[in-house]
């Protein structure tokens, strides 16, 4: 047999003929969509069935009386068998159920500072709604003494003093209010909120473990909202840290505030770019820019008198500050 190459001959002459126009597209990278973030909210905004509220409420009982008679068999038996020793371990006892007793106090007082902070801002939307003066400034003298022991509103309080007598409008009174007392601490409360972005841009980049994003997200929110209403002077313990915070994300999931669109990050990237982006790196904007929106939210929450047009933050404006660190146009 003769060897060499050998010619195949298909008889293809009735398949049809195919053209790169005809092929088809080739799928677009998905955009980051701020998962962690969104996951964040899922997480905090998620309310447990009414068995689920019976099932932990029963058991916490339940653990607590057999944690608590044991402890009182564990004293009585160690008294009767070393006296000393028995009512020392008694009295570490009674000064842990009072350290207890003075966490459940402050925590008490902490909600009930939220529920002032509350009731001056609903007082103030009436006195807006109504126009009503002499209202209004009730509510200037209660904010007055709301912050009567911040030294950082010293100079805000003796200048509002000075010149409430010359308002003549509810509106011009909390807007001067809101010049001297609040501008310092909004400038304060948006600082917190840029570096809590940051940090969840930071971690969502650059780890790649799995869920740490998540965990940073949810995290860096609680410390961020706790950290706002201190600076509001909220001064939210840890029930009341977590009732804002769902609070804040209820807020933004009710009104489509936790969704991606492009102009989150235009301010930062200078258009829709965000494919030309690594998935990781775009995942860490996307959610560093979530976060300055949850923090926006925060400050509305947090904050005494309503946001007037002039002083009320830009999500973009934050955004932009926050992020633009991280990315270089260049």
């Not at 492009?262 to 494919?275: C, M």
């Amino acid at each position: 047999m003769a060897k060499g190459p050998v010619l195949i001959d298909l008889e293809d002459d009735d398949l049809p003929a195919e053209s790169v126009a005809e092929a088809p597209p080739v799928p677009d990278v998905a955009q980051p969509q701020g998962q962690a973030m969104q996951a964040a909210a899922r997480v905090v905004t998620h309310r447990p069935s009414a068995l689920a509220k019976w099932f932990w409420g029963l058991a916490l009982a339940v653990v607590g009386a057999a944690v608590s008679v044991a402890a009182w068999d564990f004293a009585t038996a160690l008294v009767a068998r070393s006296p000393i020793l028995g009512w020392t371990v008694t009295g570490l006892i009674g000064a842990l159920v009072l350290v207890a007793l003075i966490i459940a106090l402050r925590e008490i007082a902490a909600v009930a500072r939220l529920s002032r902070v509350d009731g001056l801002r609903r007082a103030a939307d009436e006195a807006l709604a109504a126009e009503d003066l002499a209202q209004a400034r009730a509510v200037t003298d209660r904010l007055t003494a709301f912050y009567k022991g911040r030294d950082e509103t010293r100079w805000g309080r003796e200048r509002l003093a000075e010149r409430a007598g010359e308002q003549f409008d509810a509106a011009a009174l909390l807007a001067l209010a809101e010049d001297e007392l609040l501008a310092p601490l909004d400038a304060a409360a948006s600082r917190e909120v840029e570096a809590a972005a940051r940090q969840v841009a930071t971690v969502t980049a650059l780890v790649p473990l799995a869920l740490a994003d998540v965990v940073t997200a949810l995290t860096a929110s609680l410390r961020m909202i706790r950290r706002v209403a201190e600076i509001y002077g909220g001064r939210a313990g840890v029930l009341g840290s977590w009732r804002l915070t769902r609070a804040v994300f209820v807020h933004l999931v009710a009104t489509g505030a936790v969704a991606v669109g492009d102009d989150l990050l235009e301010p930062v990237l200078g258009g829709s770019i965000l494919s030309k982006l690594s998935r990781r790196f775009g995942e860490g904007l996307v959610n560093g820019a979530l976060s300055a929106r949850v923090g926006v939210a925060a400050m509305e929450v947090c904050r005494p008198l309503p946001f007037s047009k002039r002083h009320k933050p830009s999500t973009r404006g934050m955004v932009k500050r926050a992020l633009a660190g991280l990315f270089s146009k260049g």
